[in-house]
């Protein structure tokens, strides 16, 4: 084998010709090193006391696009020229004449020094009237603002500016999550605006000790990235591993928490997820609360928990808003579905294939007339309607909400009796696969549903083959795969392995929230108590 590799070095893998990834490697090499040469161009360019030249070299900088705008006026009874620029398309024009050019044009009456420490001071605490107003200087910073949809203010004769916060924030209005529904629960869900996305998280956890550390993601897109976590609550080495993953990346740009999880997740490859994402504020605090560490991205609609566990992406928020009774019966059915989603159609061929004699004698003949007269034998069928189902699924995620529905519901049953009647499948299969599908409905996280449709079909396979023995083996090595992740160093399957009595108790049973006074251990929280361990109520009535 060495010879062999050693011929493959020396003679053929020479003499081959690059490979279109190869060249697409070096392409994308020189594309970053472009746009870093761009960013190193404007990195030490500075303004000018010139206000004309100012003006032109920022809209070089930004290829004279038709929506940047620009503005020069006369301060009101000052021998003082100024001048705006902004982009139209990002920012609030009424922010704009309200807050810069009616104070500076028409309503100041102030007689201004023109020494500059004082003009600056001047402008800054007694004309300009927006939120935030900022000096700066380098050209690099004034384009970045300018594209986040911030305005400069320049004025001729200083080669120094202003930085003033006009940005306009258009989205959808806050609504009900739409993934993620609750009987019991909030009923508002997070939106594509962060900044409405951190006051649905202020509104609900009024903590001093609540931490917001901002990052600048994108070579090119440069959104906002924002860290979320409780600084005496949370295990800082999460904190400071989930910092150093972002800052590390180096790419064109991220657009969602989804595609952000994926680069900064331990294992890529991984079939489950190794984060959870969620739309719910209340469920975004309660993880923070435990001491879990939540990411927002600019234009993503959802939160991105880390660390997360399987057991964690189980529970529900309604299981913490009913009697630890219900909210057990409904953590228990969910395992049962998870358990339903993932083993019942290899569980089904591996016993009518190779094991009937475990069945009762009646279902065994049942089962038999059934599938009389098939054409293809049960893994055939299992693949056939795994596949219908799961294009079914795909197309009422497509279309639109008003038909998806419909086309789900009826497509099942309507194409479900054909194959019956057209004797391509049997009866027991149909209803082996609805099971199925109702299982998968149950499971509260869709990447981990998906994870169980991925691994539906090896282990369909692995009972056809081995039967009973096959889908052990199969479930063996899941089970070693599954405790081998990690998830910002945490185990995937914890509190089960590394094993912890007090965090098992709140795995399979709702626990009484007013029993629930320590934090997970599995998350190392600084501060471990959740609540008081005082006794509450019970008194005798007098």
Not at 32 to 60: G, P, S
Not at 123 to 141: D, F, G, P, Q, R
Not at 318 to 345: H, K
Request: glycine share 8%.
């Amino acid at each position: 084998m060495n010879i062999f590799t050693k011929w493959l070095d020396k003679g053929w893998r020479k003499k081959k010709p690059n490979k279109p990834e190869e060249q697409n490697n070096k392409e994308n090499q020189q594309g970053q090193k472009d746009q870093a040469i761009y960013e190193r161009k404007f990195q030490n360019l500075k303004l000018t006391r010139n206000l004309q030249d100012n003006i032109t070299n920022i809209k070089n900088a930004m290829n004279n696009n038709f929506d940047i705008k620009t503005k020069e006026f006369k301060l009101r009874g000052q021998e003082i020229y100024a001048g705006i620029v902004y982009i139209q398309s990002i920012v609030n024009e009424d922010t704009i004449l309200q807050h810069i050019v009616n104070p500076l044009m028409i309503e100041s009456s102030l007689i201004i020094d023109k020494d500059e420490p004082i003009l600056f001071k001047t402008i800054i605490e007694s004309m300009v009237t927006a939120e935030y107003v900022k000096i700066v200087e380098s050209l690099a910073e004034i384009i970045l603002a300018i594209m986040s949809g911030d305005t400069l203010l320049c004025i001729q004769g200083y080669d120094k500016g202003f930085i003033i916060s006009t940005r306009k924030y258009v989205g959808r209005q806050v609504g009900e999550p739409v993934l993620e529904p609750s009987v019991q629960g909030s009923q508002e869900g997070f939106t594509e605006t962060i900044r409405d996305n951190i006051g649905l998280i202020r509104r609900r956890l009024r903590d001093p000790n609540l931490v917001f550390n901002v990052h600048k993601l994108g070579r090119r897109t440069k959104l906002e990235v924002v860290v979320i976590y409780i600084k005496d609550i949370v295990d800082q080495n999460v904190v400071d591993e989930v910092n150093r993953r972002i800052s590390s990346l180096d790419i064109d740009g991220v657009h969602n928490a989804a595609q952000l999880g994926l680069h900064i997740t331990d294992s890529p490859n991984s079939i489950f997820p190794l984060f959870q994402l969620t739309e719910r504020p209340d469920r975004t605090v309660r993880g923070l609360l435990e001491g879990r560490v939540a990411i927002l991205i600019e234009g993503g609609g959802r939160a991105l928990l880390v660390p997360v566990t399987l057991p964690l992406q189980v529970q529900s928020v309604d299981d913490y808003y009913e009697n630890w009774i219900v909210g057990s019966i409904l953590r228990i059915s969910r395992y049962l579905g998870l358990f339903v989603s993932s083993f019942l159609p290899a569980l089904y061929i591996a016993v009518t294939s190779h094991h009937p004699g475990m069945l009762p004698t009646i279902l065994v003949l049942t089962i038999a007339g059934s599938r009389a007269g098939m054409p293809f034998p049960g893994i055939f069928e299992a693949i056939i309607m795994e596949v219908t189902i799961a294009m079914l699924q795909e197309a009422s995620i497509r279309l639109p909400r008003v038909v998806g529905q419909t086309v789900s519901i009826v497509g099942g049953l309507v194409i479900g009796q054909a194959a019956v009647q057209a004797g391509i499948v049997g009866p027991i299969m149909v209803i082996i696969t609805a099971l199925t599908a109702i299982g998968s409905f149950t499971i509260p996280d869709y990447s981990l549903s998906l994870a169980t449709r991925a691994i539906r079909i090896p282990f369909m396979i692995l009972a056809a083959t081995l039967g009973i023995f096959g889908v052990s083996m199969g479930m063996l090595l899941l089970l070693i795969y599954i405790a081998d992740l990690k998830s910002f160093g945490v185990r995937y399957i914890r509190p089960l392995s590394p094993y912890r009595s007090s965090d098992l108790r709140q795995t399979f049973i709702s626990s009484n929230e007013s029993s629930m006074t320590k934090r997970p251990v599995f998350l190392n929280p600084g501060d471990k108590q959740r609540q008081s361990t005082t006794k509450r109520g019970g008194g005798d009535a007098k």
